[in-house]
């Protein structure tokens, strides 16, 4: 930074200044930017690209068939509800925006994904443009670096002075507040417990009968329990690999519980359960299909008993074994009358394309349960409920281009509205999504709501779930809760997804949701 020197008046002589102790003002610096500004001249000694930068800023000019500077930030900075961009710039080129890309220390690798235009005209003198980029996929975490390039110069150029990021965006959640990600169970940590191929999907939670918290969920080709609090939920590991029982292997390859309903008159448990056929096909492939059915537990979660399937994709189950369909956990949420079940329709071509709901009565469902029977799903479509949960039709409840992974929901009793959060990616696959929060005024439409990611970083993030710190931990949140997911190195140098690197590099994250009543 330049240092500015105030004059001092003119008839002062130099003795006088120097016998007039104290007197004279000090040589003050420029005031630094503000919080967030950063100073293309800052950057001259380590820049790279096509362009050039000096005392005076950056400059982009036709000397290049791309003019291109990338930046890397002495230290990151956090974008945590600062959703807007601003460059301030003097420009006589003949181009109308710039293109820009960007990484953050969670997320390091450009990737066409992590980029915008900013729009600039010529200006004489300096001036500022901006773009809202709180909608933009990526742009969460800590900032760490810029890319920005213009291409097709043919006269004239641009000079950059600054670039700023500031708090706003008009697509942040209304009255939300989100603490940065942090890992809650390192991979370590988690092997240590015994939870080595886990949380391998969303997880559940009840009270049992000494209202200590329980949660469940996958791992280990079996189940495993815990005891715990939203804060620590896997803090204590009471089984891990147990199978459920009264399922026939030999046409199961996988069977998992997640979330849980208590029938309130008997105590019994009744969980949402995963299921996989497993095939082989030539060439070494194993696709599956997944669909979804209920377990139930008469001894408070020791053990499960499986009792039948309910709910598949609107393809026939045992046609079409040569792609995999999986179907999510079955997320739920309840009201008086009904269960409802939540899960990802897959067409033909072996793409998750929407999110179907069905519903069980409740009444029904204790009933059956009780009686080691299976109650009746029906699908919704069409503002109806009189499709088949097995191989019937679904309505698709998101918006156009969202493609649904994992996913979790709850009702915020402070908004009074519902949340979801899934894995979800431009790029669909189940093991390098990203985690997508979204906010809905109805449970069963969600075109209109409102969105944010969450987790874009390292190359995978996968099984979301919502906790709450009420009694309804699993459909119902309040002023604070968490949302955890998993988070590991899906693919080896070569591309490659690997089980082992998976999962032996998997942490446990979570992200603190407040808000303010």
């Known amino acids: 930074m330049k240092k500015q020197i105030r004059r001092g008046l003119a008839f002062f002589t130099a003795a006088a200044l120097l016998g007039a102790a104290g007197c004279g003002e000090k040589p003050a610096e420029n005031p630094k930017p503000a919080a967030g500004t950063f100073l293309f001249a800052d950057y001259k ?89 709180s909608d933009t996929y990526g742009w969460l975490g800590r900032l760490k670096g810029l890319r920005i ?9 641009i000079r950059l002075r600054s670039f700023s990021v500031k708090e706003g965006g008009a697509h942040y959640l209304e009255g939300i507040q989100l603490s940065q990600p942090e890992v809650y169970l390192p991979s370590r940590e988690r092997m240590a417990k015994k939870i080595l191929f886990g949380p391998d999907g969303i997880i559940g939670s009840w009270r049992d009968q000494q209202n200590n918290l329980k949660f469940i969920g996958s791992a280990n ?15 204590t590991v009471n089984y891990s690999g147990l199978k459920v029982e009264n399922v026939d292997w030999s046409v199961f390859g996988y069977c998992s519980v997640a979330q849980v309903v208590r029938n309130p008159s008997t105590g019994t448990l009744i969980g949402v359960t995963h299921l996989e056929r497993h095939y082989t096909v030539p ?39 040569e792609i995999s369909r999986d179907i999510g956990n079955g997320a739920i949420l309840m009201d008086d009358e009904y269960l409802y079940v939540y899960f990802v329709e897959v067409r033909e071509e072996n793409q998750a394309y929407g999110l179907g709901v069905s519903r069980i009565a409740l009444d029904e469902l204790y ?22 949960g097995w191989e019937g039709e679904a309505s698709n409840i998101l918006p156009t281009g969202i493609v649904p ?31 997508l929060l979204m906010v809905s005024d109805d449970m069963l439409d969600w075109t209109q709501a409102k969105t944010q990611w969450l987790a874009t970083g390292r190359n995978g993030e996968q099984y979301p779930t919502i906790l709450g710190t009420g009694d309804s931990l699993q459909t119902e949140t309040g002023s604070e809760f968490y949302i955890y997911w998993c988070s590991w190195y899906a693919f080896d140098e070569q591309g490659n997804s690997d089980w082992q690197l998976l999962w032996g590099s998997a942490d446990y994250v979570r992200q603190k949701v407040t808000i303010p009543g």
């Open 45 to 133: 000694d380590s820049f790279t690209g096509t362009g050039a930068i000096d005392s005076q800023g950056g400059r982009l000019d036709g000397s290049a068939r791309t003019s291109k500077l990338e930046l890397e930030l002495a230290e990151s900075y956090s974008l945590l509800g600062r959703g807007l961009f601003e460059i301030e710039l003097i420009s006589t080129a003949d181009i109308s925006s710039l293109d820009i890309q960007f990484v953050t220390e969670e997320d390091p690798v450009y990737t066409s994904f992590k980029e915008f235009s900013l729009p600039v005209e010529k200006t004489a003198e300096a001036r500022s443009f901006s773009i809202d980029l």
């Open 149 to 157: 390039s213009a291409s097709g110069i043919n006269e004239g150029e």
């Open 221 to 235: 080709s079996g189940l495993f329990c815990t005891t715990g609090t939203p804060d620590a939920p896997l803090e």
């Open 283 to 321: 060439g070494g492939g194993k696709p599956y299909t997944a669909t979804l059915g209920l377990s139930i537990s008469r001894d408070d979660g020791e053990t499960w008993s499986f009792l039948g399937e309910c709910i598949s994709h609107d393809m026939t189950v045992g046609e079409k074994t």
């Open 367 to 388: 009933e059956a349960t009780e009686k080691n029977e299976m109650p009746k799903a029906w699908k919704y479509k069409d503002g109806q409920w009189n499709e088949p």
């Open 405 to 435: 992974n994992f996913m979790s929901l709850s009702y915020n009793t402070v908004l009074k509205k519902y949340l979801m959060v899934m894995c979800q990616s431009p790029y669909y696959s189940s093991n390098d999504g990203d985690i």
